[in-house]
Nanobody, 125 residues
């Protein structure tokens, strides 16, 4: 069983930065691909970024490349999402997810079987 707890969300002005963290319980976390998704009000959940089990491979939503960076520290059982040059349209609840059947990245939410509770990110204009 894996439990995921996100932190680091908050209110930031456009152009600012935030770093989200996702702490996982369970040693098996280190063999799972991990991802970040987000859901804005009235919209469907969308893929943000994913990272392979050892951090050697990453993937991003095309619209976010260059602004967001995903990383992981398996010793701390934590993944991160560094978000720079934030825009009002980045406002959403951000979710961390783990895919127990995957070692490499995926943008498909149905391949992730563990989810955190989400952390709110609000970007003001």
């Amino acid at each position: 069983q894996v439990q995921l707890i996100e932190s680091g969300g908050g209110l930031v002005q456009a152009g600012g930065s935030l770093r989200l963290s996702c702490a996982a319980s369970g040693r098996t976390f280190n063999s799972y691909a991990m991802g970040w998704f987000r859901q804005a009000p009235g919209k469907e959940r969308e893929f943000v970024a994913a990272i392979s089990w050892n951090g050697g491979s990453t993937s991003y939503a095309d619209s976010l490349k260059g602004r967001f960076t995903i990383s992981r520290d398996n010793a701390k059982i934590t993944i991160y999402l560094q978000m720079n040059s934030l825009k009002p349209e980045d406002t959403a609840v951000y979710y961390c997810a783990a895919a127990s059947s995957l070692m490499f990245t995926s943008s498909r939410s149905d391949q992730y079987d563990y989810w955190g509770q989400g952390t709110q990110v609000t970007v003001s204009s």
